[in-house]
C-alpha cells in the first residue's frame, strides 16, 4: 500500500467517525427494579386497555396511543386515554399493537407545552390477558370507564 492510499483510506475514516459522531445517538438502558407496590405508587394511572388508535407526534421520537380502559385501579378514565410513549423500543417506546389488550403505568408529563401521560419500556406496562403483575395490584376501582353516550347530554341540553 502506497503512502497516498494509506493517507486516503486514514481521510476517508475520520470523515466516516466525524458524521458518525454528529448524529444524534439514543439508546433505551432500564434499571427498573422497582417492586409492583413502588411502581403502582409512583404512577398516575394504572388501567387496563384496548389500543383503539396509534398515530406519531411528529417530533421524530414519540407517538400518541389511544387506548379505551377496559379495568383501572388507580386515577381518574374517561372513555378513551391518551400516552405519550417513544417511537421505537431503541428509545424506550413501549411496543403498543393497535386491537391489543395492555396493562398500563403511566407517569405525567407536557407534550408541546400541554398536559400529558407518558408511559415507557421501563415500566411493567405488557399483555393484559395472563399478565403477572395484575393480581399483585390492589383491587380495581369501580365502576369502570365506559362510552360516553352523546344522546343523553344532548336531550339534558333541552330540557
Not at 502506497?2 to 444524534?24: D, I, K, S
Not at 377496559?70 to 374517561?78: A, E, F, H
Request: glycine share 10%; hydrophobic share 45%; charged share 10%.
Amino acid at each position: 500500500m502506497t503512502t497516498t492510499h494509506r493517507t486516503l483510506l486514514v481521510a476517508l475514516m475520520l470523515g466516516a467517525t466525524a458524521v458518525l459522531a454528529a448524529r444524534e445517538i439514543r439508546a433505551c438502558s432500564c434499571t427498573n427494579n422497582h417492586t409492583v407496590l413502588e411502581e403502582f405508587n409512583a404512577a398516575t394511572l394504572v388501567f387496563g386497555g384496548t389500543v383503539t388508535d396509534i398515530q406519531p407526534v411528529g417530533d421524530g421520537f414519540n407517538e400518541i396511543v389511544t387506548l379505551t380502559p377496559t379495568i383501572r385501579w388507580k386515577g381518574g378514565l374517561n372513555a378513551s386515554v391518551q400516552v405519550v410513549t417513544g417511537l421505537n423500543e431503541g428509545i424506550c417506546g413501549f411496543p403498543f399493537a393497535v386491537g391489543e389488550s395492555y396493562l398500563v403505568f403511566a407517569f405525567p408529563t407536557t407534550l408541546n407545552g400541554q398536559p400529558a401521560y407518558m408511559t415507557h419500556l421501563c415500566t411493567m406496562d405488557g399483555p393484559l390477558a395472563g399478565n403477572s403483575i395484575v393480581p399483585q395490584l390492589p383491587d380495581p376501582v369501580l365502576p369502570v370507564p365506559v362510552r360516553v353516550h352523546s344522546w343523553g347530554a344532548v336531550k339534558s341540553l333541552y330540557r
